[in-house]
Each structure stands twice: as C-alpha cells, then as structure tokens.
C-alpha cells in the first residue's frame, strides 16, 4: 500500500483573500516576523498495490487535474509515501 500526500495551493498570480486575512491577524497580534501565509488544501490518498511507479504518478496527476486542483488558479504537488500493509 501507499500513501499519497497531495499539497494544493493558489498560484502566486491568485488573490487569496483567507491567507491574506490570516496574515494581517498575525501582524496584529505581534508575529511581525512572519513575511507571508500560504492556505490551501491537503489530501491523503491510500493507493492498494498493483500498479508500478509510473502507473501510480500516472493516476494522481489525472486525479489531481481532474478533481482535487483547478488548473486555472491552483498548483499541486504530492509524495508517494510506501506504507505497510494492515496484518
């Protein structure tokens, strides 16, 4: 089995109104060092084994696109986490 940990994040060129109101409270309860927030989205995906590597990328770039990310304004990357399987 794997695990696959999927990031998904607004493009630098996207206006992220919740980051940037989490940032602006962090200012004003004294965080100054804090330069800037990124919000976004985390998925776990729990893939059984059967496919090769490839395969797998495969399948998580075409669910990424096709689902969890909107290509338009978010970018995504992932990592393929190898786990045990359940005795």
């Known amino acids: 089995m ?18 940037e109101a989490v ?7 004294g965080y100054d060092n804090i330069d800037d927030v990124k919000l976004g989205k985390y998925f776990e995906l729990t893939v059984a084994d059967g496919k090769s590597k490839a395969e797998l990328d ?5 669910i990424c696109d096709k689902l969890l990310a909107n290509y338009n304004m978010e970018n995504y990357h992932y990592e393929i986490v190898e786990t045990e399987a359940a005795q």
């Open 2 to 19: 794997a695990l696959v940990k999927v990031y998904v994040n607004y493009k630098k060129s996207i206006l992220n109104p919740e980051a």
């Open 58 to 62: 495969s399948e998580i770039n075409e």
């Open 23 to 29: 940032h602006k409270a962090l200012k004003r309860l």
